[in-house]
């Protein structure tokens, strides 16, 4: 890989507020690519994730396999291409399947019943955090940050690798 990904995110809600008004403003983004199995398979939900971007801000929707098929020989310019993903597991198995990245933020893990709180509003499960370290064992740089600007928390302070 010649270039890394401009930013690999973490968020359970995908698309929303502070992704597109902070994120696509502090960074040159001209593309989003939303990592999810579910969203892939319905046409109404990657509407709404188009919408949801600004005009001018590319929106492609893969489900894991594509993205794992597809990312690698990617055209676009890795740069200025956000991936979004929904969860840890799919962060590893994205990268266990080819998709090499140097650094995952996570930025949005809501709580709920067995999810322990993390870092600010962020919560995982113990198969979430399982799948962190397993990323971070490979030498992916782990930080916790909802936007741009905030004190960020590296995934190797909060627990014992």
């Given amino acids: 890989m010649s270039q890394e990904w401009g930013l690999v995110r973490i968020d359970d809600r995908l698309i929303h507020g502070q992704v597109i008004a902070v994120w696509c403003k502090h960074r040159p983004f001209t593309r989003i690519v939303i990592v999810d199995d579910e969203v892939a398979a319905d046409p109404f939900m990657q509407e709404v994730m188009r919408l949801a971007a600004p005009p001018g801000l590319r929106v492609d929707v893969l489900s894991l396999e594509e993205a794992i098929r597809r990312l690698p020989q990617d055209p676009h310019p890795r740069e200025t291409t956000m991936v979004l993903l929904r ?41 979430e955090i399982a799948a962190l370290k397993a990323l971070a064992e490979r030498g992916v740089d782990i ?13 190797k302070d909060l627990l014992d690798l």
């Fill in 87 to 127: 969860s840890p597991q799919t962060a590893l198995r994205l990268y266990e399947g080819g998709v090499r990245y140097m650094a995952l933020n996570v930025g949005g893990l809501g709580s709920g019943r067995g999810r322990r709180p993390l870092f600010r509003h962020i919560a995982a499960s113990d198969e």
């Fill in 143 to 155: 930080t916790f940050l909802t936007v741009p600007g905030e004190k960020a928390r590296s995934f």
